[in-house]
């Protein structure tokens, strides 16, 4: 399995959000994910749904660019709803494949001289940050995440 697979779906799930009225489609998946019924908390398939994480990919995905305020159809809205979650299926086998994929290699050709932290990153994979966010991020002070209208020094 290639990262292109990975890349490509993320590509999908960004072209999605990006669809005029998307806004609307997150509403309703928050509604379904987040708001929960206590009496019916322990019935929920959690697998079923998108997390917390997933959620906030999706909306960061969303404020890349403007957000139109478009009112889809009924139609689609309910497909882009429903590609939502096949999506981020797809992406879910993708990263296990690679995890299993990359385990399985581990298994079978062990490394006594590989880090712990090197095993780690290429076990389970590794994020690689945009250019120059590092440093932007490492600037910010917990007060300045805060009040975000103050420029970081």
């Known amino acids: 399995m290639a990262a292109d697979d990975i890349k490509g779906t993320i590509e999908k799930i960004e072209a999605l959000a990006h669809e005029p ?3 609307y489609t997150l509403a309703l998946i928050l509604m379904r994910d987040l708001f929960l019924d206590p009496e019916e908390a322990a019935d929920i398939d959690w697998h079923d749904r998108l997390s917390f994480q997933e959620i906030t990919f999706l909306v960061g995905l969303l404020v890349k660019r403007p957000i139109t305020l478009d ?3 009924p139609k689609d809205l309910m497909e882009r709803f429903e590609s939502v979650y096949v999506l981020f299926e797809e992406l879910h086998k993708e990263f296990g494949k690679r995890f299993v994929a990359n385990l399985a290699h581990d298994l079978q050709h ?10 780690y990153r290429r076990v389970l994979g ?3 940050w945009p250019s120059g966010i590092t440093q932007k991020l490492s ?3 917990a007060d300045q995440l805060l009040r975000l209208d103050e420029p970081a020094r």
């Open 21 to 23: 009225g998307f806004i």
């Open 71 to 73: 009112t889809p159809t």
């Open 110 to 119: 062990p490394s006594s001289n590989e880090s712990a932290e090197d095993k």
């Open 126 to 128: 590794e994020i690689t």
């Open 139 to 141: 600037r910010l002070r």
